[in-house]
């Protein structure tokens, strides 16, 4: 199983930013994908799910509005973009592997690389 | 949102003892917490889920324990490896959620 991140990214205040995650070694649409970020010197915060099988999504209420998340089935890859970028956005974000809906219980067993993203001026 | 907390914040140990780590929940998540092993630079690794179950690979000097609001993590017979932070995190219900964390140090 891996999961391989895009690029660090460096961005302005108020722009966006995508993220990558490309997954091997498993059957993509049977389990689901979330993200999670850890800004320097901290715990890691959880933004979101996605299905890999039918693309629903599950947000935290705190990025709820700036934050999409999707998913492309030909080629194994999910995504994460976050608008209107603060400072408070710099971390690095993880993809990992998840359960593929809420009636299953499953622990993050594989995680991407990390993506860091830094906003500054 | 169930809130986890972790004790102590910093663990010093020597090579070869033994520590415990702990984590609570705000609400029950049953069997559904999972610890993780992170190292400076690195993801984050699944060390036990279910509570009590190792992940693969991990050596079983690993233990997990708990259930509802209270777990462990003891680990015997530290390593140079085993020197970094833990997180538990609750996959019983979303929004998932990880403790603050308890850094590992060598005494």
């Known amino acids: 199983v891996q999961l391989v991140q895009s690029g660090g990214e460096v961005k302005k205040p108020g722009a966006s930013v995508n993220v990558s995650c490309e997954t091997s070694g498993y059957s993509f649409a049977t389990y689901g994908i979330s993200w999670v970020r850890q800004a320097p010197g901290k715990g890691p915060e959880w933004m979101g799910w996605v299905s890999t099988y039918n693309g629903n999504t599950n947000y935290a209420q705190k990025f709820q509005g700036r934050v999409t998340m999707t998913r492309d089935t030909s080629t194994n890859t999910a995504y994460m973009e976050l608008r209107s970028l603060t400072s408070d956005d710099t971390a690095v974000y993880f993809c990992?592997?998840?359960?593929?809906?809420?009636?299953?219980?499953?622990?993050?067993?594989?995680w991407g690389q990390g993506t860091l993203v830094t906003v500054s001026s | 949102e169930i809130l986890m907390t972790q004790s102590p914040a910093t663990l010093s140990v020597s090579l070869g003892e033994t520590a415990t780590l702990s984590c609570r929940a705000t609400?029950?998540?049953?069997?559904?917490l999972a610890w993780y092993r992170q190292t400076p630079g690195q993801a984050p690794r699944l060390v036990i889920y279910g509570a009590s179950t190792r992940a693969a690979g991990i050596p079983d000097r690993f233990t997990g324990s708990g259930s509802g609001t209270e777990f462990a993590l003891t680990i015997s017979g530290l390593q140079s490896e085993d020197f970094a932070v833990f997180y538990c995190?609750?996959?019983?219900?979303?929004?998932?959620?990880f403790g603050q964390g308890t850094r590992v140090e060598i005494k």
């Open positions: 990992a592997r998840d359960s593929p809906g809420s009636l299953w219980y499953y622990p993050f067993d594989s």
């Open positions: 609400q029950s998540v049953g069997a559904n």
């Open positions: 995190q609750q996959y019983n219900r979303w929004p998932r959620t």
